[in-house]
């Protein structure tokens, strides 16, 4: 039978390779966890375009129309002067978690994995915060594609939302909602709902499709939100530079394992035409 000095020396080589890491973690429990990791919607708005090197977030639009765009900073949101060309800034979203070597025995569960997979939701969350931030100003910029409902929303506040983007020869695509709001229409019974939908509502607590759009919900979404918007195509631009890297950054000298967990990407919109908001009262 090993000792503990055997059994660290073990841990210790095996947590210096990937390879090694996965098998310990295959015999170790998992943490306790108060949620999911976040998964990212906000690349479902817009259409993403992977830029070539060497080449600019260039692109060609209505000259009476005023784009909006995430500045260089990533944290302010821009308008672009009116013209038929528009160039959307790109920005860097990083996260940089470190683990101290001696947490690592002391945990019962791959400690650097977890990290990584913390610091890639963190990411995916400032992404889609920014995303929203954009269509908040391409919103305000056109009062007319904003309405307003009380609570419980009803089927008629969507119809009407769906009518502000189709009278233009759009098509309504997302419909994005916090779950606070979706329950309203876990809410909505038989007089409104088909057979079919509410057997799927009723058997997997999701109801996928509304007038032919997919339902999205998000907790990046602000309660009492709710965004209408057509296709990706129609409605914006996220262009990326680098996409989502993760590249070792240990310090030895304090013994500590990193990663530097970074993106470069940009976040425009272009068409007030192509989204209605929906304002909820409680």
Not at 9 to 34: E, V
Not at 109 to 121: H, I, P, Q, W, Y
Not at 206 to 234: D, K, N, W
Request: one cysteine or more; hydrophobic letters at 40%.
């Amino acid at each position: 039978m090993m000792n503990t000095a055997q059994q660290n020396a073990i841990i210790g080589q095996y947590i210096t390779t990937p390879g090694g890491r996965a098998k310990l973690a295959s015999s170790m429990q998992q943490p306790l966890r108060q949620r999911r990791d976040y998964s990212a919607v906000g690349r479902k708005t817009f259409e993403v375009e992977e830029l070539p090197n060497g080449a600019l977030p260039l692109y060609d639009k209505d000259p009476e129309v005023k784009a909006y765009a995430v500045s260089e900073e990533g944290q302010n949101i821009v308008g672009t002067s009116r013209g038929s060309r528009v160039m959307f800034p790109l920005f860097e979203i990083a996260s940089n978690p470190e683990i101290p070597m001696s947490q690592i025995k002391e945990r019962r569960f791959d400690l650097v994995e977890r990290s990584m997979n913390l610091g890639k939701a963190q990411i995916q969350a400032a992404e889609d915060s920014r995303v929203f931030d954009v269509l908040d100003a391409l919103v305000v910029s056109s009062p007319n594609v904003s309405q307003n409902a009380n609570a419980p929303v009803t089927p008629a506040a969507f119809i009407d939302s769906y009518a502000e983007i189709e009278q233009h020869d759009l098509r309504v695509a997302r419909v994005y909602m916090n779950a606070r709001d979706y329950a309203d229409l876990r809410k909505w019974g038989r007089d409104i709902l088909d057979v079919e939908t509410q057997q799927t509502l009723l058997k997997t607590g999701l109801m996928a499709t509304l007038h032919g759009a997919q339902i999205i919900v998000s907790r990046i979404v602000q309660a009492g939100y709710v965004y209408v918007c057509t296709e990706p195509e129609f409605l914006g631009r996220f262009p990326v530079r680098t996409e989502l890297t993760v590249l070792s950054a240990d310090d030895p000298k304090a013994r500590r394992i990193g990663f530097s967990i970074f993106e470069q990407i940009g976040i425009g919109a272009f068409n007030p035409l192509g989204i209605c908001r929906i304002r909820i009262a409680r």
